[in-house]
């Protein structure tokens, strides 16, 4: 049963859908960014989808056509070697996404800093594996909170009120953003100690270079 919630949670956080998840919380903080009223617009849920499509979708389509061409055993990827052509393509796909983004005059530059760090995460990651067999999860989770921390600091930590038909009227802050961060970062690197055969140094590498790619980029986009 524990180890099934884990795998439940692994597949929620997974590495992929991180840029999403950004896009999203952005979208949360402040949807000015992208000429929409809120989260709920249609094109919002557009640009949301596309991002889905293009960082998780045909990523793992690609992951998906190297198992029966043998450059992969299992979808798991459990092996250091069985990593580096996943690496290679996702790392490539996502180097081509960050540069059309950064170059798209009409997606905000914070958002463009989001996506290339995750790119630089990943080919940070690719290297890395080479020596060690880093959390590709905690890669993911330490770049979310690093947006998270960063827009601490871009934007206002001013309550933003949303409606829900269960919950009704509510408020966010970044910093419950921040908490929510922490919370689930703890959850999923628990959740791979427990499914896989890692050591804490994995998850602590990975958060870092998460984290760290993260202000590599914004110094790259922002302060160029």
């Known amino acids: 049963m524990i180890k099934s919630i884990a ?3 692994s597949f929620v956080f997974h590495p992929l859908l ?3 998840y950004m896009l999203v919380i952005l979208m949360l903080i402040n ?38 061409l043998g450059w ?3 979808l798991a990827l459990e092996q250091k070697e069985e990593r580096i052509a996943p690496y290679i393509l996702t790392g490539l796909f996502y180097a081509w996404v960050a540069v059309n983004t950064y170059n798209d005059g009409n997606t905000p530059k914070v958002f463009a800093s989001f996506a290339m760090g995750a790119a630089i995460a990943l080919f940070i990651a690719f290297f890395v594996n080479v020596f060690s067999k880093i959390s590709v999860h905690a890669v993911g989770m330490g770049s979310l909170l690093g947006m998270i921390i ?25 910093t419950d953003f921040l908490l929510a961060g922490l919370f689930f970062a703890g959850l999923v690197g628990s959740s791979r ?9 994995d ?3 990975g958060y870092l ?7 590599l980029a914004l110094r790259i986009v922002l302060f160029a």
């Open 72 to 74: 992969v055993q299992s």
């Open 193 to 201: 100690l427990l499914l896989s055969q890692k050591e804490p140094m």
């Open 150 to 174: 960063i827009s601490l600091f871009l934007f206002d930590n001013q309550p933003m009120f949303y409606y829900s038909d269960i919950l009704g009227r509510f408020s966010l802050r970044l």
């Open 203 to 205: 998850l602590y590498g």
């Open 31 to 68: 949807p000015y960014l992208f000429g929409v009223n809120g989260i709920h617009d249609e094109v919002s849920k557009l640009i949301i989808l596309r991002a889905f499509i293009t960082t998780f979708i045909i990523p793992i389509a690609g992951i998906l056509i190297l198992k029966p």
């Open 7 to 9: 795998q439940i949670i």
């Open 209 to 215: 270079i998460g984290f760290c790619s993260q202000l």
């Open 18 to 20: 991180v840029v999403t």
